[in-house]
């Protein structure tokens, strides 16, 4: 029987705006196009489980269907096996009808777990239910934790290793009773697809976004909330009337927040563009002359681990970031071509202008840069983890 590398996420695919499932899904993609034999696991929703076969055989290996594809950008080696959730899982509370208690005790243990070489997840209740029948383990946790660790799972052999991406979410992991020798820090990554350059798509981008005669034009990528700098950026726009701003990302009703905010400020130079598609993003840090990372001080800001950094990186775009805690360790690279202090608009437009002036727009992007940004590939961050596991139980390579 041929075991696979499984990667679960408790939700449905695709997703905007989700920052953790694009963590799991570059994972599990990751892992394929080392040559893995790898599947992703989610959940279907109730209109797409109406086929009762998908209930009685569910661990049928599909190729992933175009929409996550194209959402995602996945590539070809990723296969994927969505769970059908059908009415009333979900709908109506109850532990009978929990999807986790369906995914724990019926789809996993009867159908998944005979197929499983090691299993990948952030889904703490499957990791228990995996370690109980045997299977390898391997568990990231992105966020603190409210409980402690149960130690019969932590300790037990099968619990190969815990991935977080920040110090102190180490740390509160060993304070609830994660073994310290079991845990490694590792940043977030990016898709190979940003290698990939698009001088005419982003020619393109700029030709749209540029208006009114400016010809300077700095990207933001990311949530928009006040926590991550919109604010703050939206403040230096107003002040750099001659510079286009564009926002890539948010939901509509905070777009349409943001769009009052900036009218509001009178910023007549700031553009909402809303969520873009994964495909589409490559082109549109490459079509920027600096890219914002204007990220607040504050609790969120010593536990993240921002994917909009690497993939910022990867494009070759000069990048303005501020000082905090997690960015740090890139201060003395060639990653970021400008520091400033968080919360403080004045020197993050004087770093933005000293940048626009020193770094002249690369169709090529710096190549110093990509070359740098490379080791925090979602293929590399994979290595790195299974490096920690025996080879003895590391996944089959496909065929």
């Known amino acids: 029987m041929n075991k696979h590398y499984i990667f679960f996420t408790r939700n449905t695919l695709p997703q905007p705006n989700a920052a953790h499932l694009v963590h799991d899904v570059n994972s599990a993609n990751a892992a394929a196009n080392l040559g893995y034999s790898t599947v992703l696991v989610y959940l279907h929703p109730p209109e ?10 569910p661990f049928r290996l599909q190729q ?38 369906i995914v724990c005790r019926y789809y996993f243990p009867i159908h998944i777990f005979p197929h499983t070489q090691i299993l990948h997840t952030l889904d703490w209740n499957l990791v228990k239910t995996a370690i109980k029948h045997g299977i390898p383990v391997i568990y990231e946790r992105e966020h603190y934790k409210k409980s402690d660790y149960d130690q019969s799972i932590v300790q037990n052999p099968l619990f190969k ?18 073994p310290p020798e079991k845990i490694i820090k590792l940043h977030s990554g990016f898709n190979q697809s940003f290698l990939v350059r698009q001088p005419e798509p982003a020619s393109e981008w700029r030709k749209k976004l540029l208006v009114d005669n400016r010809q300077r034009l700095v990207v933001y990528s990311g949530g928009l909330y006040r926590f991550k700098g919109v604010n703050l950026l939206v403040d230096v726009a107003k002040e750099l009337p001659q510079i286009q701003f564009v926002f890539a990302g ?22 909402f563009l809303g969520y873009i598609p994964h495909q589409q993003l490559p082109s549109l840090l490459q079509a920027a002359d600096v890219l914002a990372h204007p990220h607040c001080s504050g609790e969120a800001a ?18 303005v970031a501020t000082e905090i805690p997690p960015l740090m360790e890139f201060k003395s690279s060639s990653a970021i071509a400008g520091w400033c202090e968080p919360d403080n608009p004045a020197q993050l437009t ?20 990509i070359e740098w940004g490379r080791q925090f590939s979602w293929e590399n961050r994979m290595a790195k983890i299974l490096s920690n596991v025996a080879e003895s139980i590391h996944p089959i390579i496909s065929d």
């Open 48 to 57: 797409k489980s109406l086929n009762p076969l998908d209930w009685v055989y």
């Open 64 to 101: 992933p269907p175009e929409n996550l594809t194209k959402f995602y950008s996945i590539q070809d080696q990723l296969k994927v096996a969505p769970l059908a959730m059908p009415w009333p899982i979900g709908h109506i509370k109850g532990k009978l009808t929990s999807p986790s208690t």
């Open 161 to 178: 290793v815990a991935v977080t991406v920040a110090d102190n979410i180490r740390d509160d992991m060993i304070r609830r009773g994660m």
């Open 250 to 271: 948010g939901n509509e009703s905070q777009v349409q927040s943001y769009q009052q905010l900036a009218r509001e400020k009178q910023a007549n130079n700031v553009t």
């Open 302 to 319: 010593s536990f993240t681990s921002p994917l909009k950094l690497f993939e910022y990186m990867a494009s070759g775009t000069p990048i």
């Open 350 to 369: 004087r770093c933005l202008q000293q940048v626009l002036e020193t770094y002249p727009r690369n169709v090529n992007g710096y190549a110093a840069q």
